[in-house]
């Protein structure tokens, strides 16, 4: 796994206006992720583009991370959705795009601090090991916080709480 590691950076990119559909694709093939209309994937891969990216293999959208700035805190990147195709899951690809944005949005920050912000529900070990495993390349904390309950998220209760992870303060990528 670890030399597929650094090799799916090739294939990272901001997203555009293009890859919307396949983007909705891409999370409704996961069968995890709550699935946004195109519209909204729209809107992520042209407004937000900045602080999201694709995994682009020859036309092909196999991973992405949809993230922003919350409006009044830019030193923070909420990272929104995670997926990762299941054919490459486990190849190290969801960890490379969190790096690789992390430090696209680092630099564009002129190498402010910036902290991570996830909400996962508790059941959600994988993506659990995804930001356990980021912050521990780059020797950070994570904390978790009671965030959106289940009652906010589905009048049914069918939805778990998502506690929010906070990751960081993130001063530098882990290859400096
Ligand atoms: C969650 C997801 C994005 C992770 O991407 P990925 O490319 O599979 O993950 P990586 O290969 O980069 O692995 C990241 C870490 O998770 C661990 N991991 C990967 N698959 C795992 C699994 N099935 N069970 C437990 N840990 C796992 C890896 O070991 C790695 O930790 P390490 O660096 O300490 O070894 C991907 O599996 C996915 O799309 N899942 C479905 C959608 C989803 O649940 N998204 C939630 C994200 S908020």
């Known amino acids: 796994m670890a030399q597929q590691h650094n090799s799916w ?11 919307a559909i396949s983007m909705q694709r891409l999370v409704a093939a996961t ?6 209309s195109t519209y909204t994937y729209l809107l992520m891969a042209t407004d937000f583009a900045s602080t999201s990216i694709v995994a682009d293999v020859r036309g092909e959208i196999r ?3 949809t993230g922003y700035h ?5 030193e923070v990147l909420f990272v929104w959705q995670v997926a ?8 190290g690809l969801g960890g490379t795009m969190l790096d690789s944005l992390v430090q696209r949005v680092q630099e564009e920050r002129h190498g402010h601090p910036i902290t991570v ?4 529900a508790p059941s959600n070990s994988v993506s659990r090991a995804l930001f356990g495993a980021f912050a521990r390349r780059h020797g950070v904390p994570v904390t978790e916080q009671r965030h ?11 939805h778990e709480d998502e506690p ?9 990528s882990p290859n400096d």
């Open 63 to 65: 991973g992405l991370i």
């Open 117 to 120: 912000e996830a909400t996962v």
């Open 9 to 19: 950076r090739h294939y990272l990119r901001q997203p555009h206006a293009g890859d």
């Open 70 to 74: 919350p409006p009044m805190r830019p």
């Open 148 to 158: 959106f309950t289940a009652a906010q998220l589905a009048a049914d209760q069918s």
């Open 31 to 36: 069968e995890v992720l709550d699935l946004n």
């Open 164 to 172: 929010i992870l906070r990751i960081g303060p993130i001063t530098a």
């Open 84 to 91: 990762v195709a299941r054919t490459a899951q486990g190849t």
